[in-house]
């Protein structure tokens, strides 16, 4: 087999995230399913460094880790502390943005 | 993708049969992780597939990637991610039920779009030679990884560093919260129930008779109806109340199942026992 | 000798800048500093005119030039005086009768806390009545026609307290301006015939330019005459103006501005000499309006009315007269300045009996005056002799003069006109009867009765003892009137007035010392008319005995009823002006409230409502758009995740081309 | 190089509009007086360029001319003929008055009401227009002419919207409703007849190659500049819309009725006797200079509309019940006499317009400003609410029915002299036309003589028995311009001497001539 279906993988992995992002009210699973993307995203990242023989791609998704790790930690926070303010981790509820 | 474009590289059998299995695996992992109800279980389906990958990662030589995959990820975030899900409710399982008009449709829409897009894109991507990294873990994947982090990408790690700092900062500010005014004694606060003359009395205990006294069952009020007043605010914005109305009469059933069998008698209709509105359906 | 001119203007004009400037604290003398300065204008007449008769008849004419007013390309307007032999006669009617009026209003005006203002503009109608006829060229006597429309409008709504004043003064205003109207279009059709419109030039070029457009300028000028001299059609507002003061009445409304029509169309007598056309209009006008007038007159209770129906009927005479062309500018000019005299003095004489009388205007409330106000009677009598054309009178002489042009003017016309003529005389001499006896004769119908009748139209007695001479009578005016004679201040220019209307007439016109006064300025030729003059003269002497005659049988020998009789059809008609007010409220009043009404609806949802409309589509339209705001991240999300799908379309296409 | 004197007179106002602004809040009166001061030093200036200007001398005088921006050789051209001279000395002349009339009308409003008025704000806005429409008045460059054009919308529309009249019957919310509807309709108007003139001016510049006036206008009469019928008249359209919403002319008119009615009296003084100017001026000055074919194409139809505008402004105005649409209609009026006689192409006509544009600047000043006084006094603007003034202020009626008098042109006051200039240089050339507008002054005695009969004659209203009569302030408002309509009306030479040199001018670069007499009557 080749190594291309790995990015087919991935390609599949984060439609199916991002999908889920649309479609989900719970922030919480929002979040999960942005994790979802990243982690496509890294696996596509490993591929690469594979198909190219360096280990560019490896670092890449190496501080990809970091920064979700980072936006996970602030991301939760958000919701947190919007689950305490309007007792709800509903995206939809936090809808003030409108006119 | 025929054959003669990979000449320069195939992968063992081994790795194909495992891709497919294992991608399998994540692929419906993936589809749990946005299809379960209730938060836990996307947890857990997300945790699974990202142990998949790490397990991918592994298998494309990326090894150091591949244990900071399970330890840090799974390990870890995920962890991070069942705490705040236990914060707001284990239980506690959303509605799929769309709310906004087109949303599902548009959403799925745009994902099968972007994905056919992407295939197509990455079809039609000559992606020919694969020089495996054989050469590149010549000497140790960790060690190529580190000598690449300390030189050509040290300002961008270091950038990180500060990142994360700033994360860590960030989340304890916005979860931290200051205690603006003095906490009322619980004096105030009667004086301030008769003030405003409702629940002049403490409010009732949950529970009903003597089985049911768990914190999550609403108490019944004189006239028998259910008072959410009775659970506990938290429980009440899980959606966690457990309802026990119908509890009672399989008791009862059960009851008089025992009885016959002990006196031998022909089982009576349970319709005869069955309430009115059951015996409507 | 030039210099003095401007003085004739400046004086007066002086006068009204520092007495409406001046303030309350000119209130004490303010009458007397107004008297005095038409009296100095009247004196510098008088210089003038010794001056004029000093010279030859051929160089009687002198000019002023003060200053360039417009100049703008081939448009030259100056600021010149011209002082004729015409305009020195108008200057001499307007100073004098004007300066006994100023005298009167001291005594008419006396309780009248605005009486500052009054002589105020009195002055400025006398600085533009004098401009009006001094001026050298047609804009200059548009400026002093103007003026005294102004001072017009200011005068008869003095009392602005009285709603009806108000109006009087507004329909005056308007009525004039759409004679201004003719004037100014008159101006600009000079103008491009001319390339001037400065008496000279026009007059002594009438021969280089066709008829038509002879005609069209006069036609604009009688139009113009029209709205002054209120000659039918545009007669409506001077029997309205008897709002104002009688003073002003008999100063505006009788002796002068109403004739400065008269004046127009005189001083353009070259125009209208080469515009048959326009003549024969002009006749018609004068026919018609001094018949009108005169039936108007026969009808009206109103002794103010009544007199100004005679006005109206008798510049018709004038009128008349100056649309015989040569044959008639003198004469209608020597009646003119004689009906000067003359209706200046009744018009005193009804203030005087009205001051006599709690402001009373119902002549049915009047009766056996004469015992009370002696001199009034006797210098009223005289103006009505005078007016009827008592033979030796002046109205005898200058209207008998015109009924001979009238006739003189040959063929049918001649015919009609001058019949016209001898019956507005015996009209005239029957309404003028029927004032007479009205007023001085027959029983007392003021007594024992309150001198405030229901069916009065006006609201002029409760009105006037706010303002005017009835103040002081204020308390007694519900009460019974104790007629009275009026100070001497008052008396005094009635009686010198009656003088003038008794031997004016006499002395112009012994030995056409009149005719030869004029003759250089106006022309003079003597028409054939087929009636020698005696004959005309007899006529007109059975016409006035006629009219007395009838006048005597109706209200001398029965008594006077005290509410108007229902009246024949043709009093009823009279009493309304001949229903002309009527047509005007309904076809121009109404029709302009509702053109303007529709017009600002128009405005409103049309003009604006296109505009508004084209915002609110706008509006409509982002608020769809808004729709898409909807505050959800997922819908946000959507479109992003959308876009980024196209993004990614786009370049897979960009790498496929 | 000499004294830059045009730039001056229209810096000055612009420092003092900046330091009006500066002005602590504390410091209320202050700012007024600095305002006054200012405007004042304006005039004096203005009067300098005034003693200056050689009217026999070249046509543009006093110019100025620095590179600005050099890419599309926009250059700060400034200099002025006969008419812009007459405008600049109005504009610098009515400010002061202007400042002085509405001296409280920006002072924070009695408690109780929450708006806030920035006094200084008040003041410095109406400096900063005076210096926009001087500068425009004074430029000599399209490009420059056109920004300020522009520019002056952005203060008139806080001025519009920010200083209503205290008066409204419905109250203050209802009054700050309106006054915003009136702001934002102003600026839409004008904003978009800018627009166009913008696309016109881009158009001029890709057809001349330059923005200078006095290049472009040269080139054109001596033929060197060129341009295709379609893309003159195009042009041409582009810049008469702009200056046609500006004048206002029928119907695009319907803005000033608002913006007058909103404004206070000092402003809508402002609007009419100051600004709309700007777009009469520019038609003469540029629709004429620039492109005299297409103006002698359009000349009809502009005749007509000019016409309607004069007969329908004045049948509105009779129809109003608001003192201050009244005036504004009127205004309308006005205004389609001063287009009719620019667009007669005879010297009388643009003579007559040109003095009319300042007559009608002076007179609407004392009309609307003693209205104001009056408007003040009472609360309300409505007619009905009014009468029997002329018992208990008397002095507030005399100078209300001067003005009324000079707004239906009655001879001895200035506007008279223009309007029969006007009239007589239309008759000419078009007798029809000038005779149907005729029938305006009658329409004008009309709105004029009914305005003062239901406010100022008649029995006393309670409401206005206490009312007193003008202050000092006031009279030194009222007075001068009262004695200058005087002035000019019997003594109209200074201004004609001025003027017509440069209408000679505009004649000559229209190709046209007086039409000659039928007889050479005149000596």
Same mark, same amino acid.
């Given at each position: 087999?080749?190594?291309?279906?790995?990015?087919?993988?991935?390609?599949?992995?984060?439609?199916?995230?991002?999908?889920?992002?649309?479609?989900?009210?719970?922030?919480?699973?929002?979040?999960?399913?942005?994790?979802?993307?990243?982690?496509?995203?890294?696996?596509?990242?490993?591929?690469?460094?594979?198909?190219?023989?360096?280990?560019?791609?490896?670092?890449?998704?190496?501080?990809?880790?970091?920064?979700?790790?980072?936006?996970?930690?602030?991301?939760?926070?958000?919701?947190?502390?919007?689950?305490?303010?309007?007792?709800?981790?509903?995206?939809?509820?936090?809808?003030?943005?409108?006119? | 993708?025929?054959?003669?474009?990979?000449?320069?590289?195939?992968?063992?059998?081994?790795?194909?049969?495992?891709?497919?299995?294992?991608?399998?695996?994540?692929?419906?992992?993936?589809?749990?992780?946005?299809?379960?109800?209730?938060?836990?279980?996307?947890?857990?389906?997300?945790?699974?597939?990202?142990?998949?990958?790490?397990?991918?990662?592994?298998?494309?030589?990326?090894?150091?990637?591949?244990?900071?995959?399970?330890?840090?990820?799974?390990?870890?975030?995920?962890?991070?991610?069942?705490?705040?899900?236990?914060?707001?409710?284990?239980?506690?399982?959303?509605?799929?039920?769309?709310?906004?008009?087109?949303?599902?449709?548009?959403?799925?829409?745009?994902?099968?779009?972007?994905?056919?897009?992407?295939?197509?894109?990455?079809?039609?991507?000559?992606?020919?030679?694969?020089?495996?990294?054989?050469?590149?873990?010549?000497?140790?994947?960790?060690?190529?990884?580190?000598?690449?982090?300390?030189?050509?990408?040290?300002?961008?790690?270091?950038?990180?560093?500060?990142?994360?700092?700033?994360?860590?900062?960030?989340?304890?500010?916005?979860?931290?919260?200051?205690?603006?005014?003095?906490?009322?004694?619980?004096?105030?606060?009667?004086?301030?129930?008769?003030?405003?003359?409702?629940?002049?009395?403490?409010?009732?205990?949950?529970?009903?008779?003597?089985?049911?006294?768990?914190?999550?069952?609403?108490?019944?009020?004189?006239?028998?109806?259910?008072?959410?007043?009775?659970?506990?605010?938290?429980?009440?914005?899980?959606?966690?109340?457990?309802?026990?109305?119908?509890?009672?009469?399989?008791?009862?059933?059960?009851?008089?199942?025992?009885?016959?069998?002990?006196?031998?008698?022909?089982?009576?209709?349970?319709?005869?026992?069955?309430?009115?509105?059951?015996?409507?359906? | 000798?030039?210099?003095?001119?401007?003085?004739?203007?400046?004086?007066?004009?002086?006068?009204?800048?520092?007495?409406?400037?001046?303030?309350?604290?000119?209130?004490?003398?303010?009458?007397?500093?107004?008297?005095?300065?038409?009296?100095?204008?009247?004196?510098?007449?008088?210089?003038?005119?010794?001056?004029?008769?000093?010279?030859?008849?051929?160089?009687?004419?002198?000019?002023? !030039?003060?200053?360039?007013?417009?100049?703008?390309?081939?448009?030259?307007?100056?600021?010149?005086?011209?002082?004729?032999?015409?305009?020195?006669?108008?200057?001499?009617?307007?100073?004098?009768?004007?300066?006994?009026?100023?005298?009167?209003?001291?005594?008419?005006?006396?309780?009248?806390?605005?009486?500052?203002?009054?002589?105020?503009?009195?002055?400025?109608?006398?600085?533009?009545?004098?401009?009006?006829?001094?001026?050298?060229?047609?804009?200059?006597?548009?400026?002093?026609?103007?003026?005294?429309?102004?001072?017009?409008?200011?005068?008869?709504?003095?009392?602005?307290?009285?709603?009806?004043?108000?109006?009087?003064?507004?329909?005056?205003?308007?009525?004039?301006?759409?004679?201004?109207?003719?004037?100014?279009?008159?101006?600009?059709?000079?103008?491009?015939?001319?390339?001037?419109?400065?008496?000279?030039?026009?007059?002594?070029?009438?021969?280089?330019?066709?008829?038509?457009?002879?005609?069209?300028?006069?036609?604009?000028?009688?139009?113009?005459?029209?709205?002054?001299?209120?000659?039918?059609?545009?007669?409506?507002?001077? #029997?309205?103006?008897?709002?104002?003061?009688?003073?002003?009445?008999?100063?505006?409304?009788?002796?002068?501005?109403?004739?400065?029509?008269?004046?127009?169309?005189?001083?353009?007598?070259?125009?209208?000499?080469?515009?048959?056309?326009?003549?024969?209009?002009?006749?018609?006008?004068?026919?018609?309006?001094?018949?009108?007038?005169?039936?108007?007159?026969?009808?009206?209770?109103?002794?103010?009315?009544?007199?100004?129906?005679?006005?109206?009927?008798?510049?018709?005479?004038?009128?008349?007269?100056?649309?015989?062309?040569?044959?008639?500018?003198?004469?209608?000019?020597?009646?003119?300045?004689?009906?000067?005299?003359?209706?200046?003095?009744?018009?005193?004489?009804?203030?005087?009996?009205?001051?006599?009388?709690?402001?009373?205007?119902?002549?049915?409330?009047?009766?056996?005056?004469?015992?009370?106000?002696?001199?009034?009677?006797?210098?009223?009598?005289?103006?009505?002799?005078?007016?009827?054309?008592?033979?030796?009178?002046?109205?005898?002489?200058?209207?008998?003069?015109?009924?001979?042009?009238?006739?003189?003017?040959?063929?049918?016309? #001649?015919?009609?006109?001058?019949?016209?003529?001898?019956?507005?005389?015996?009209?005239?001499?029957?309404?003028?009867?029927?004032?007479?006896?009205?007023?001085?004769?027959?029983?007392?119908?003021?007594?024992?009765?309150?001198?405030?009748?229901?069916?009065?139209?006006?609201?002029?007695?409760?009105?006037?003892?706010?303002?005017?001479?009835?103040?002081?009578?204020?308390?007694?005016?519900?009460?019974?009137?104790?007629? !009275?004679?009026?100070?001497?201040?008052?008396?005094?220019?009635?009686?010198?007035?009656?003088?003038?209307?008794?031997?004016?007439?006499?002395?112009?016109?012994?030995?056409?010392?009149?005719? !030869?006064?004029?003759?250089?300025?106006?022309?003079?030729?003597?028409?054939?008319?087929?009636?020698?003059?005696?004959?005309?003269?007899?006529?007109?002497?059975?016409?006035?005995?006629?009219?007395?005659?009838?006048?005597?049988?109706?209200?001398?020998?029965?008594?006077?009823?005290?509410?108007?009789?229902?009246?024949?059809?043709?009093?009823?008609?009279?009493?309304?002006?001949?229903?002309?007010?009527?047509?005007?409220?309904?076809?121009?009043?109404?029709?302009?409230?509702?053109?303007?009404?529709?017009?600002?609806?128009?405005?409103?949802?049309?003009?604006?409502?296109?505009?508004?409309?084209?915002?609110?589509?706008?509006?409509?339209?982002?608020?769809?758009?808004?729709?898409?705001?909807?505050?959800?991240?997922?819908?946000?999300?959507?479109?992003?995740?959308?876009?980024?799908?196209?993004?990614?379309?786009?370049?897979?296409?960009?790498?496929?081309? | 190089?000499?004294?830059?004197?045009?730039?001056?007179?229209?810096?000055?106002?612009?420092?003092?509009?900046?330091?009006?602004?500066?002005?602590?809040?504390?410091?209320?009166?202050?700012?007024?007086?600095?305002?006054?001061?200012?405007?004042?030093?304006?005039?004096?200036?203005?009067?300098?360029?005034?003693?200056?200007?050689?009217?026999?001398?070249?046509?543009?005088?006093?110019?100025?001319?620095?590179?600005?921006?050099?890419?599309?050789?926009?250059?700060?051209?400034?200099?002025?003929?006969?008419?812009?001279?007459?405008?600049?000395?109005?504009?610098?002349?009515?400010?002061?008055?202007?400042?002085?009339?509405?001296?409280?009308?920006?002072?924070?409003?009695?408690?109780?009401?929450?708006?806030?008025?920035?006094?200084?704000?008040?003041?410095?806005?109406?400096?900063?227009?005076?210096?926009?429409?001087?500068?425009?008045?004074?430029?000599?460059?399209?490009?420059?002419?056109?920004?300020?054009?522009?520019?002056?919308?952005?203060?008139?529309?806080?001025?519009?919207?920010?200083?209503?009249?205290?008066?409204?019957?419905?109250?203050?919310?209802?009054?700050?409703?309106?006054?915003?509807?009136?702001?934002?309709?102003?600026?839409?108007?004008?904003?978009?007849?800018?627009?166009?003139?913008?696309?016109?001016?881009?158009?001029?510049?890709?057809?001349?190659?330059?923005?200078?006036?006095?290049?472009?206008?040269?080139?054109?009469?001596?033929?060197?500049?060129?341009?295709?019928?379609?893309?003159?008249?195009?042009?041409?359209?582009?810049?008469?819309?702009?200056?046609?919403?500006?004048?206002?002319?029928?119907?695009?008119?319907?803005?000033?009725?608002?913006?007058?009615?909103?404004?206070?009296?000092?402003?809508?003084?402002?609007?009419?006797?100051?600004?709309?100017?700007?777009?009469?001026?520019?038609?003469?000055?540029?629709?004429?200079?620039?492109?005299?074919?297409?103006?002698?194409?359009?000349?009809?139809?502009?005749?007509?509309?000019?016409?309607?505008?004069?007969?329908?402004?004045?049948?509105?105005?009779?129809?109003?019940?608001?003192?201050?649409?009244?005036?504004?209609?009127?205004?309308?009026?006005?205004?389609?006499?001063?287009?009719?006689?620019?667009?007669?192409?005879?010297?009388?006509?643009?003579?007559?317009?040109?003095?009319?544009?300042?007559?009608?600047?002076?007179?609407?000043?004392?009309?609307?400003?003693?209205?104001?006084?009056?408007?003040?006094?009472?609360?309300?603007?409505?007619?009905?609410?009014?009468?029997?003034?002329?018992?208990?202020?008397?002095?507030?009626?005399?100078?209300?029915?001067?003005?009324?008098?000079?707004?239906?042109?009655?001879?001895?006051?200035?506007?008279?002299?223009?309007?029969?200039?006007?009239?007589?240089?239309?008759?000419?050339?078009?007798?029809?036309?000038?005779?149907?507008?005729?029938?305006?002054?009658?329409?004008?005695?009309?709105?004029?003589?009914?305005?003062?009969?239901?406010?100022?004659?008649?029995?006393?209203?309670?409401?206005?028995?206490?009312?007193?009569?003008?202050?000092?302030?006031?009279?030194?408002?009222?007075?001068?311009?009262?004695?200058?309509?005087?002035?000019?009306?019997?003594?109209?030479?200074?201004?004609?001497?001025?003027?017509?040199?440069?209408?000679?001018?505009?004649?000559?670069?229209?190709?046209?001539?007086?039409?000659?007499?039928?007889?050479?009557?005149?000596?």
């Amino acid at each position: 087999m080749n190594p291309v279906n790995y990015l087919y993988l991935a390609a599949l992995l984060f439609t199916i995230g991002a999908t889920g992002v649309l479609i989900r009210r719970n922030a919480i699973v929002v979040f999960m399913c942005i994790e979802l993307m990243l982690n496509a995203c890294n696996l596509a990242f490993v591929a690469f460094s594979r198909m190219h023989g360096n280990l560019d791609g490896q670092i890449i998704a190496f501080f990809t880790m970091v920064v979700a790790a980072a936006e996970v930690v602030v991301g939760l926070a958000i919701i947190v502390s919007l689950f305490r303010t309007r007792h709800s981790a509903s995206v939809d509820d936090a809808s003030l943005m409108k006119l | 993708m025929t054959a003669q474009h990979l000449a320069a590289y195939t992968t063992s059998t081994g790795e194909a049969f495992q891709f497919w299995v294992l991608g399998t695996v994540a692929v419906v992992g993936a589809l749990c992780t946005v299809f379960m109800r209730r938060a836990v279980h996307s947890a857990l389906c997300l945790a699974g597939t990202m142990i998949v990958l790490a397990v991918f990662y592994l298998a494309n030589g990326a090894y150091f990637l591949g244990i900071v995959q399970i330890v840090v990820y799974t390990g870890a975030i995920m962890m991070l991610f069942l705490f705040v899900v236990m914060l707001v409710g284990v239980t506690a399982a959303d509605s799929l039920k769309e709310t906004i008009k087109g949303q599902r449709w548009l959403a799925l829409l745009c994902g099968i779009g972007f994905g056919v897009l992407l295939f197509a894109g990455i079809g039609n991507a000559s992606l020919t030679e694969f020089n495996g990294t054989g050469q590149a873990n010549a000497n140790g994947n960790v060690e190529g990884l580190a000598s690449l982090i300390f030189t050509k990408y040290v300002f961008a790690f270091e950038i990180t560093g500060a990142l994360l700092i700033t994360a860590a900062v960030g989340a304890m500010v916005l979860t931290h919260r200051e205690r603006t005014e003095r906490a009322r004694t619980q004096r105030e606060l009667s004086e301030q129930r008769v003030r405003e003359g409702k629940h002049v009395p403490p409010l009732p205990a949950p529970g009903v008779y003597a089985r049911h006294n768990a914190v999550d069952i609403a108490g019944l009020l004189p006239d028998g109806t259910p008072s959410e007043l009775t659970v506990s605010k938290t429980l009440r914005e899980r959606g966690q109340i457990r309802d026990v109305s119908a509890e009672a009469l399989n008791d009862l059933r059960a009851l008089e199942q025992r009885a016959e069998e002990r006196l031998e008698r022909t089982a009576i209709e349970p319709a005869t026992f069955k309430r009115p509105e059951e015996a409507s359906k | 000798m030039e210099n003095l001119i401007a003085l004739l203007i400046a004086a007066p004009l002086l006068g009204a800048a520092v007495l409406l400037v001046g303030g309350r604290r000119l209130d004490a003398v303010g009458h007397w500093i107004g008297t005095f300065l038409s009296a100095a204008s009247f004196v510098f007449g008088l210089i003038l005119f010794a001056d004029l008769l000093g010279k030859d008849a051929e160089h009687r004419t002198l000019t002023q !030039h003060l200053w360039t007013w417009i100049s703008v390309g081939g448009f030259q307007a100056d600021v010149t005086f011209r002082l004729d032999q015409l305009s020195m006669t108008f200057v001499l009617l307007i100073t004098g009768v004007g300066s006994l009026i100023h005298l009167y209003s001291v005594g008419y005006m006396e309780h009248d806390e605005r009486r500052r203002r009054f002589f105020g503009y009195l002055n400025l109608f006398l600085a533009a009545m004098l401009l009006l006829v001094l001026a050298d060229n047609y804009l200059l006597l548009y400026v002093g026609w103007e003026g005294v429309g102004l001072a017009s409008y200011l005068l008869i709504g003095f009392w602005q307290h009285k709603p009806s004043a108000a109006t009087a003064a507004k329909k005056a205003f308007l009525v004039n301006r759409v004679g201004d109207m003719g004037l100014s279009i008159a101006i600009m059709l000079m103008f491009t015939t001319f390339g001037s419109f400065a008496f000279g030039p026009v007059l002594s070029h009438t021969g280089d330019t066709s008829e038509g457009k002879l005609t069209a300028i006069g036609l604009m000028l009688l139009l113009a005459a029209c709205g002054k001299s209120a000659q039918v059609p545009l007669q409506s507002w001077l #029997g309205d103006a008897m709002e104002g003061p009688t003073p002003v009445s008999a100063l505006i409304h009788a002796a002068t501005m109403v004739t400065a029509g008269v004046y127009l169309i005189v001083r353009s007598g070259a125009i209208f000499n080469a515009a048959p056309d326009a003549q024969l209009a002009v006749t018609v006008v004068g026919a018609v309006t001094l018949l009108f007038g005169a039936i108007v007159g026969c009808a009206k209770d109103d002794i103010k009315k009544a007199l100004a129906g005679s006005t109206m009927s008798q510049i018709g005479y004038m009128v008349l007269a100056a649309g015989l062309g040569p044959i008639g500018y003198v004469f209608a000019i020597m009646h003119l300045v004689t009906h000067g005299f003359f209706k200046a003095g009744l018009f005193l004489g009804a203030g005087s009996v009205m001051h006599g009388m709690n402001d009373e205007v119902d002549m049915r409330k009047y009766g056996g005056l004469r015992k009370y106000m002696p001199v009034t009677f006797i210098t009223f009598g005289l103006g009505y002799l005078a007016i009827i054309g008592f033979p030796g009178l002046s109205g005898f002489f200058s209207k008998d003069k015109i009924i001979e042009a009238a006739f003189a003017k040959g063929g049918t016309e #001649g015919w009609i006109l001058g019949g016209a003529a001898l019956l507005g005389a015996a009209i005239t001499a029957f309404y003028m009867t029927r004032v007479m006896l009205m007023t001085f004769f027959g029983e007392e119908r003021w007594r024992d009765r309150p001198t405030r009748s229901p069916e009065e139209p006006s609201a002029e007695p409760a009105a006037a003892h706010q303002g005017g001479a009835a103040s002081g009578h204020a308390a007694a005016a519900t009460g019974e009137p104790h007629p !009275h004679e009026s100070p001497k201040i008052m008396t005094i220019p009635m009686v010198v007035l009656a003088v003038g209307s008794v031997f004016g007439g006499a002395f112009f016109s012994l030995g056409d010392r009149f005719l !030869h006064w004029l003759e250089p300025v106006t022309g003079h030729s003597e028409g054939d008319s087929p009636l020698s003059a005696a004959t005309v003269t007899g006529a007109t002497m059975v016409c006035l005995v006629v009219g007395v005659a009838i006048a005597w049988a109706q209200y001398g020998r029965k008594p006077v009823p005290a509410l108007a009789p229902r009246g024949s059809l043709l009093t009823r008609a009279a009493r309304r002006d001949l229903y002309q007010d009527d047509f005007n409220h309904v076809v121009l009043v109404r029709g302009g409230e509702h053109l303007t009404r529709s017009l600002v609806y128009v405005d409103h949802t049309l003009v604006d409502g296109v505009v508004n409309g084209t915002a609110a589509g706008f509006g409509g339209l982002s608020g769809r758009l808004r729709r898409l705001q909807n505050g959800f991240v997922r819908s946000y999300a959507v479109s992003m995740f959308g876009g980024a799908a196209l993004l990614v379309a786009a370049t897979l296409l960009m790498r496929a081309v | 190089m000499s004294f830059p004197l045009l730039t001056a007179t229209a810096a000055l106002p612009a420092l003092g509009a900046v330091a009006t602004a500066a002005v602590p809040a504390a410091r209320r009166t202050a700012a007024k007086w600095l305002a006054l001061v200012v405007s004042l030093a304006t005039l004096a200036l203005a009067v300098v360029v005034l003693v200056r200007f050689d009217p026999d001398g070249a046509r543009y005088q006093l110019t100025e001319s620095h590179a600005w921006i050099s890419d599309f050789g926009v250059r700060w051209e400034l200099g002025v003929d006969g008419i812009a001279v007459a405008l600049v000395a109005l504009t610098a002349l009515l400010v002061p008055f202007i400042v002085l009339a509405g001296w409280h009308d920006a002072d924070p409003l009695e408690t109780g009401s929450r708006r806030w008025r920035p006094t200084q704000g008040f003041f410095a806005l109406i400096l900063a227009v005076e210096a926009m429409v001087i500068v425009s008045f004074e430029a000599t460059d399209v490009f420059v002419f056109y920004i300020f054009f522009e520019a002056m919308l952005i203060p008139m529309y806080f001025l519009i919207g920010g200083f209503g009249d205290r008066a409204h019957e419905h109250g203050e919310k209802a009054a700050a409703t309106q006054r915003s509807y009136a702001a934002v309709k102003f600026l839409l108007y004008n904003l978009v007849g800018g627009l166009l003139m913008l696309a016109a001016v881009i158009g001029l510049y890709v057809v001349a190659g330059n923005f200078s006036l006095t290049e472009i206008a040269e080139a054109r009469a001596n033929g060197s500049l060129h341009m295709a019928t379609d893309t003159e008249r195009w042009l041409f359209l582009g810049f008469f819309f702009a200056f046609a919403v500006k004048a206002p002319l029928w119907p695009l008119h319907t803005w000033l009725p608002n913006a007058m009615q909103e404004s206070t009296a000092p402003v809508a003084v402002l609007i009419t006797a100051v600004v709309d100017k700007v777009g009469t001026f520019a038609m003469l000055r540029y629709c004429l200079q620039l492109f005299p074919e297409a103006s002698k194409w359009a000349t009809p139809v502009i005749l007509v509309l000019a016409l309607i505008s004069i007969i329908y402004g004045a049948l509105l105005a009779v129809g109003q019940r608001d003192i201050k649409r009244l005036v504004a209609y009127a205004s309308i009026s006005h205004f389609g006499f001063i287009v009719m006689g620019i667009f007669a192409m005879t010297s009388q006509g643009q003579s007559g317009a040109t003095l009319y544009m300042v007559n009608h600047g002076i007179s609407t000043a004392a009309l609307m400003l003693v209205a104001g006084f009056l408007i003040s006094r009472r609360g309300s603007r409505l007619i009905a609410d009014y009468g029997g003034v002329q018992k208990v202020a008397p002095v507030l009626a005399g100078t209300f029915l001067i003005g009324g008098l000079a707004t239906l042109s009655l001879p001895g006051l200035a506007p008279f002299v223009s309007e029969f200039l006007v009239l007589v240089g239309t008759f000419t050339r078009h007798p029809a036309i000038g005779v149907i507008a005729t029938f305006g002054i009658v329409l004008a005695a009309l709105y004029t003589l009914v305005l003062y009969q239901r406010t100022m004659t008649g029995p006393v209203k309670p409401e206005v028995s206490a009312m007193p009569d003008l202050r000092v302030r006031e009279l030194l408002v009222v007075a001068p311009l009262i004695v200058l309509l005087i002035f000019l009306g019997v003594y109209p030479k200074p201004v004609t001497d001025i003027v017509n040199p440069a209408v000679k001018q505009t004649m000559s670069d229209v190709h046209k001539k007086d039409p000659k007499p039928e007889v050479e009557a005149a000596k």
